[in-house]
C-alpha cells in the first residue's frame, strides 16, 4: 500500500512559470513533510520542508503548502527555470528517533527554455 | 555542512562477486544511516536502517545475507553486495541522519552497481 501519492508524474512549465506538484497521504502520525530534488545520475537533496504546525513554507523561489484537515501537500516552484527541471520527490515520516521516510513515486520536471 | 560522500561512484564487477560501497558523513556525525536503491525512473526503496554500533533493520524482501550492512562508527557504513547478479545491477544511495532530534536526512551522491 503506497502510503504517500504524487502527482503528475511528469510535467512540463515554460520558463518563468509556476511549478505544482502535489503529495496525498494516509498516516495520520506522519509529522516530517521534505521535498528532495534529484538530477539524473546524484543522489537527492533536500529542498524543503515543512511540519503540520503550519500551513505554509517559503524558501526563495520554493513554497511548500500543507493541508492538513485533507492530507495533502504541494510544491510550488514560482519563476521555473530551466535549471530546476529535475525529479522531484515528497516524502513523509514520523517524528521519532528511528522514523524511516515514506517517498512519494517522483515527478519528472521539465522547464522549456 | 551535512554531506554525505559515497565510494565508488560507479562500479562494474562480474557476476559472483561480492562489492563493498562506502558512505561517510564528513562533516557531522551519523547516528542512523539508511541504505536505498533506485531503478531507472522510479523512486527510491529503503533497503534497510543501521544504527551505530548494532545490527541493521532490513525492510521486508530484502535479503540481509547478500546486503550486508555495517555502521562501524558514527561516521562510516558499509554495503556489501555479496554474490552478484545482473539483477542486483542498480543505482545504490546513502543516506544519514545526524544525532539528536533531528528529522532531516542527508543523501551521498550514489554509487552505479553494473554486474556484467
Known sequence: QQQVKQSPQSLIVQKGGISIINCAYENTAFDYFPWYQQFPGKGPALLIAIRPDVSEKKEGRFTISFNKSAKQFSLHIMDSQPGDSATYFCAASMRSGYSTLTFGKGTMLLVSP | ?116
Open chain 2, 1 to 116: 555542512g551535512a554531506v554525505v560522500s559515497q565510494h565508488p561512484s560507479r562500479v562494474i564487477c562480474k557476476s559472483g562477486t561480492s562489492v563493498k560501497i562506502e558512505c561517510r558523513s564528513l562533516d557531522f556525525q551519523a547516528t542512523t544511516m539508511f541504505w536505498y536503491r533506485q531503478f531507472p525512473k522510479q523512486s527510491l526503496m529503503l533497503m534497510a536502517t543501521s544504527n551505530e554500533g548494532s545490527k541493521a533493520t532490513y525492510e521486508q524482501g530484502v535479503e540481509k545475507d547478500k546486503f550486508l550492512i555495517n555502521h562501524a562508527s558514527l561516521t562510516l557504513s558499509t554495503l556489501t553486495v555479496t554474490s552478484a547478479h545482473p539483477e542486483d545491477s542498480s543505482f545504490y544511495i546513502c543516506s544519514a541522519r545526524g544525532t539528536g532530534d533531528s528529522d532531516e536526512q542527508y543523501f551521498g551522491p550514489g554509487t552505479r552497481l553494473t554486474v556484467t
